[in-house]
């Protein structure tokens, strides 16, 4: 099982960046947590982080034939881009969204993702266990699709 996992925006600068909403952790730190759950789970990861929404648009664009899921933290994209969103659905490779914080309990431009309508689900609120219960649910998803 090959998984791509996307991190967008801001997200380079984990343990610095408000860590009273997105913790201490940094984005190597997230990134090991995920490795050690590939091998756990029997996977190989892909591992890409961009500020930029093109670059996060190429990536999932080169997922077509080299990956067979895509975990994401699509960050302040979530609530931007109808180019991801388009992207996710040109390539059809089942998805999760995934946040560190709950985006249903801050400023109401977070409530909506351009992205969710699209994913298998979204799991947002749980700091770096939102990454390790997506990536957990994208491997049974893929391993066993109910839809
Ligand atoms: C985020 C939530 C987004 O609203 C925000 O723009 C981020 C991070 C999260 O992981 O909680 O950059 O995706």
Redesign the pocket.
């Known amino acids: 099982m090959r998984i791509l996992v996307l991190h ?4 380079n600068l984990l343990g610095q960046r408000e860590p009273g ?2 913790g201490h952790l940094s984005l190597d730190a997230i990134n090991e947590a995920l490795q050690s759950l590939a091998v756990e789970l029997g996977g190989t990861l892909n591992i890409f982080q961009s500020n930029s929404e093109g670059a996060l648009v190429d990536a999932i664009q080169g997922a077509i034939g080299a990956c067979d899921g895509i975990l994401i ?4 994209y ?2 931007t881009s109808v180019a991801l969103r388009d992207a996710l659905a040109a390539v059809s490779i089942p998805f999760v969204e ?4 709950n ?1 249903h309990r ?1 400023e109401s431009f ?1 409530h909506h993702s351009y992205l969710a309508p699209l994913a298998v689900g979204q799991i ?1 609120g749980f700091g770096l266990d ?1 990454y390790l219960l997506g990536l957990r649910a994208l491997f049974n998803q893929i391993k066993i699709p109910h839809h």
């Open positions: 967008g925006p801001n997200l909403i997105y933290n699509p960050a302040a979530t609530h995934v946040h560190l914080s985006i801050r977070r947002c939102s």
